[in-house]
């Protein structure tokens, strides 16, 4: 029962002792809560004076960072933008000049275009004007006579070019009549020695003229193909004249002037065997090109011709002048032993005079005679004859004799 007791006693007096204990940490617990309101309440307020004094403090910040970054902003971007001034002036004064160049460069093209514009309009007249000369002119050649005056005439300006008309002789009215043929070359190129050369100019062109009149491509080939035969056949009928075996002195073929390339060149498209053929037959193809570099040779060869007729007249010119040279030289020795016996006699006839002569003189004074006037002095000639010097003179003989 004490047990009890004292176990219900402890239990009571521990009850109260939590009661206590409880009580006392409930009051604290209360006092701790308000301290912790009142703490959180000045926190709080801390915090919002805090944020307004920052937020005010930001604000200045910002505003002061702002003008001192837009002063250095406005700083640096003046002096980059001198800098860049300074940098793009010579590029502006170089585009300024560009911009002057290409404006004289337009004012100049406008100028070219203009000049362009009239140069073109003269070549569109001056073709116009030559297709109606050439029109004309294919009218006219298309007369057997007007075509062959003309061939002719083209030979004879080419002689001129090539300056042979003193050495070519232009047979347009003689004839050669050779076993019944009468043969009339139109040219008769004189070489060098004595040799020459035949010219004909009546090449076949009727065909080719009616090619330029074609209508189709068809009908102009078969007119070239037609003047390449024209010009073959006529070949055959040169070569069977053998100007060659007719005229004396002249080389085994005869010159077919053409009187123009583009009559050359349009058969030969044709016909590339023609040059072949013609030297085959003894037949010397010709155009103006090719003739004036054949008369150019021989022209050259009349030249050295001409030199060497020269230096052999120059040559007897020597030998005749040498000649008399030599009967000069025979005069001159004639001369200077003249003078040589001249001056031999003088200074004789001085010295008889003054040891003969003046003593017999002098005394008339002592008879008493005054003369009128006294005579002069005769002076003695002591110069003598130059001597020839020249050894082909020496020896005693002419030249002439010597030669």
């Not at 009616?210 to 193909?225: H, I, M, V």
């Not at 001249?342 to 005679?369: C, D, M, Q, W």
Request: glycine fraction near 6%; charge should be negative; include cysteine.
């Amino acid at each position: 029962m004490v047990i009890v007791a004292l176990l219900i006693g402890l239990a009571l007096g521990a009850t109260i002792a939590a009661l206590f204990v409880r009580s006392r940490y409930a009051s604290e617990l209360a006092r701790e809560r308000a301290s912790a309101g009142e703490k959180l309440a000045l926190l709080d307020g801390a915090q919002e004076s805090f944020a307004a004094t920052m937020k005010a403090l930001a604000a200045d910040a910002l505003a002061t960072s702002n003008k001192s970054f837009l002063d250095l902003a406005n700083a640096q971007l003046d002096q980059r933008k001198q800098a860049v001034e300074h940098l793009v002036a010579p590029i502006k004064e170089s585009l300024q000049k560009v911009d002057g160049k290409l404006q004289e460069l337009e004012v100049a093209r406008k100028g070219a275009y203009s000049e362009l514009s009239t140069q073109v309009r003269q070549l569109a007249d001056g073709q116009k004007e030559l297709r109606n000369e050439t029109g004309n002119l294919v009218t006219a050649l298309r007369s057997p006579v007007v075509r062959g005056r003309w061939g002719e005439m083209q030979l004879r300006r080419v002689v001129e070019m090539a300056g042979m008309l003193s050495h070519c002789d232009f047979l347009e009215q003689s004839t050669v009549t050779v076993d019944g043929n009468r043969l009339r070359p139109d040219l008769v190129v004189r070489l060098p020695g004595g040799k020459q050369v035949v010219v004909d100019a009546k090449a076949p062109l009727q065909a080719y003229l009616d090619a330029l009149e074609a209508k189709d491509e068809d009908t102009r080939q078969a007119r070239l193909a037609d003047h390449a035969r024209q010009i073959r056949d006529h070949i055959a009928k040169l070569s069977a004249k053998s100007y060659w075996s007719q005229f004396e002195e002249t080389p085994e073929f005869v010159v077919l002037f053409i009187p123009g390339e583009t009559f050359f060149s349009a058969a030969l498209e044709q016909d590339p065997s023609l040059i072949e053929e013609g030297v085959n037959q003894q037949v010397i193809l010709a155009t103006p090109t090719t003739l004036i570099a054949l008369l150019r040779a021989v022209a050259y060869g009349w030249r050295q011709e001409t030199i060497a007729e020269s230096a052999k007249a120059i040559s007897e010119l020597g030998r005749d002048l040498y000649t008399r040279l030599a009967t000069l030289t025979d005069h001159f020795a004639k001369v200077g032993r003249g003078l040589e016996t001249a001056v031999r006699s003088y200074n004789e006839a001085v010295g008889s005079f003054e040891t003969r002569v003046l003593p017999s003189a002098r005394r008339f004074k002592e008879h008493g005679i005054a003369p009128t006037a006294e005579l002069s002095a005769l002076p003695v000639v002591e110069r003598s004859v130059r001597p020839v010097s020249a050894p082909e003179l020496h020896g005693g003989e002419s030249a002439a004799d010597a030669a």
